[in-house]
C-alpha cells in the first residue's frame, strides 16, 4: 500500500531483526487476523474458536506473545522494542489477543505487586493464553473519573478473607474472563483520597455475576458485573492494603500508551482506505482524489498521523526508561484520541454512504475513535491534569481549583 508507506517513514525506523519482525507482525495481522474480524467482532462461540485458530498460528509464526516475560513463555521483547511493532500489531482492535500480547497489562502488574502464590497460580497460564482477565474501576452509580467515590466495598473477615459487594460496568471482555481485578473501598469513606485497593477475583467465585452486556455503538464486548459478597483469600489483594491508586495509575500509564500505539495503527489504516478510495472511484472530471477537498482531507489525516506519533513515542521513551511520564501520557493520549477519531471521520467522509456501510472496517474504527476519547480517562482528565501539571511550574496562583 503506497499509502502506508509515505507514513510509515514518520516513524522511528527499528534496524535489522526488529523490521523484520515488524514486517511478519504487520502480515499476520493483514493476512490472518483483519478477515477473520467480522467473526471476532461478533463475538460468541465462534469467536472463540477463530482466536484459538489465531493463537495457533500465531505460535507456529515465532510470533506468540511477544512483549511478555521469556521465563514465563513470552517473546521477551523489552517494552522499548515491543513499541515499534505495537502499531502495526494494533492495526486490527483483536490484534493484540490473537498475538497474545492483551495480558501485557495484567501479567506487568501481577508480577510486580502480586504475592508468589498469586505469581505462580496464574502468571503462566496468562502468558499461554489459557486464562483471560478483566479490570473492573469504573461503577454505574458514581463518576469514574472521580475513584475516591468508589462504593464497591472489601471487608476482611477474621480468617482474612476478603468479602466484596458492588458493581462496576464497561468491564472490558468480563463475560469470557476468567479473573477480574477489582477496584474497592477496604477502609474509610467514599470520598476518602486513601483506603482503595485492589483485589484479584476469579468469576467462578459465588457471588459473581455478569448483570448485562453493555453494546458500545453497537459493539459487544463490554459488561455490567455484580459482586454480591465474593469471597477471596487475603493473598489475592495485589499491592498494599489501601496503595490501589498507585499501582492503578502505573497500570493506566502503560495502558494508554499501549493504546495510542494501537490507535496509531488503527488511524494509519483509515488512511491508507481513504487514499485507495480517492484515487481509484472515478466520477466524468476524474478520480475523487483530484478534488481539492478531498486533498485537505488527506493533509489534515496525515498530519494527524505525523504530529500524533512522535508524541505517543516520546511517552514510549520516558516509560521505557521508568521516568515520570505523566504530561507525555496525557498528551499522547489526547492527541491520539483526537486523531483516530478525525482520519476515521474523514476516511468515512470520501467513501460516502460505502463508509457507513458493513463493506469496510471504517465504521468499527470510528466507533473506536468515538469511545478513545472517553475509556482510560475521558480527554477532559489528561486535559485539566497536564494543564495544571504545566501552570504549577509558573507559580501556584495560576491554578484554579475544579
Ligand atoms: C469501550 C469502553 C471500554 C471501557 N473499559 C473499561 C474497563 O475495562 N474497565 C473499567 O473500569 N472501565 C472501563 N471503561 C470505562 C471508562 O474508563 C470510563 O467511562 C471513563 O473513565 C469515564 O468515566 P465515566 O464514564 O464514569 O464518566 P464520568 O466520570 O461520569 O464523566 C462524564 C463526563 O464528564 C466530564 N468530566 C468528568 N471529569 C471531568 C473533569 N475533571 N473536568 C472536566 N470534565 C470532566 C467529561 O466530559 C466526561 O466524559 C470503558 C469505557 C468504554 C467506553
Known amino acids: 500500500m503506497a499509502g502506508s508507506r509515505t507514513t510509515d517513514d514518520a516513524a522511528p525506523q527499528p534496524s535489522g531483526e526488529l523490521t523484520e519482525l515488524r514486517e511478519r507482525v504487520g502480515r499476520f495481522i493483514r493476512t490472518r487476523v483483519i478477515p477473520q474480524e ?12 477463530a482466536l484459538q485458530e489465531l493463537h495457533a498460528h500465531a505460535r507456529a509464526d515465532g510470533l506468540w506473545a511477544l512483549p511478555l516475560p521469556a521465563e514465563l513463555g513470552g517473546g521477551g521483547l523489552p517494552f522499548s522494542a515491543y513499541a515499534q ?3 502495526a500489531e494494533g492495526a486490527s482492535d483483536h490484534g493484540p489477543a490473537a498475538l497474545g500480547s492483551a495480558p501485557l ?3 506487568t502488574m501481577l508480577a510486580r505487586h502480586a504475592g508468589s502464590r498469586i505469581r505462580e497460580r496464574y502468571l503462566e497460564p496468562l502468558v499461554a493464553g489459557e486464562i483471560r482477565t478483566c479490570y473492573a474501576m469504573t461503577e454505574p452509580d458514581v463518576p469514574g473519573t472521580d475513584p475516591f467515590l468508589t462504593g464497591t466495598r472489601a471487608e476482611r473477615e477474621v480468617d482474612g478473607t476478603w468479602r466484596i459487594t458492588g458493581r462496576k460496568w464497561f468491564t472490558s471482555g468480563a463475560a469470557t474472563a476468567d479473573l477480574v481485578t477489582v477496584l474497592a473501598r477496604t477502609s474509610g469513606a467514599p470520598g476518602d483520597r486513601g483506603g482503595l485497593s485492589l483485589l484479584l477475583v476469579p468469576t467462578d467465585s459465588p457471588g459473581f455475576r455478569i448483570v448485562r452486556e453493555l453494546p458500545v455503538l453497537g459493539a459487544a464486548g463490554q459488561y455490567e458485573i455484580e459482586l454480591d459478597g465474593v469471597g477471596v483469600s487475603g493473598d489475592h489483594l495485589i499491592g498494599a492494603e489501601g496503595g490501589a491508586l498507585a499501582i492503578a495509575g502505573e497500570r493506566l500509564a502503560l495502558g494508554r500508551t499501549l493504546r495510542c500505539l494501537r490507535w496509531l495503527g488503527q488511524a494509519q489504516r483509515a488512511f491508507d482506505l481513504m487514499c485507495e478510495r480517492a484515487a481509484t472511484r472515478n466520477g466524468s472530471r476524474g478520480p475523487l482524489a483530484g478534488h481539492q477537498l478531498v486533498q485537505q482531507h488527506v493533509f489534515d489525516a496525515l498530519l494527524a498521523l505525523r504530529t500524533t506519533r512522535p508524541l505517543v513515542h516520546e511517552a514510549v521513551a520516558l516509560i521505557a526508561a521508568g521516568q515520570d ?6 498528551l499522547a493520549k489526547v492527541a491520539a484520541a483526537r486523531m483516530l477519531q478525525q482520519v476515521t471521520d474523514s476516511a468515512i467522509q470520501v467513501h460516502g454512504a460505502a463508509g457507513l456501510g458493513p463493506d469496510t472496517a471504517l465504521p468499527a474504527l470510528f466507533r473506536g475513535g468515538r469511545a478513545a476519547r472517553i475509556l482510560d480517562g475521558p480527554d477532559e482528565l489528561h486535559i485539566t491534569a497536564v494543564a495544571r501539571r504545566i501552570l504549577r511550574g509558573y507559580g501556584p496562583s495560576v491554578v484554579t481549583p475544579g
Do not use: N, Q
Open 85 to 87: 511493532l505495537a502499531e
Open 105 to 107: 497489562l495484567d501479567v
Open 38 to 49: 467480522p467473526v471476532l467482532d461478533a463475538g460468541g462461540p465462534a469467536a472463540v474458536a
Open 325 to 330: 511520564a505523566r504530561t507525555e501520557v496525557g
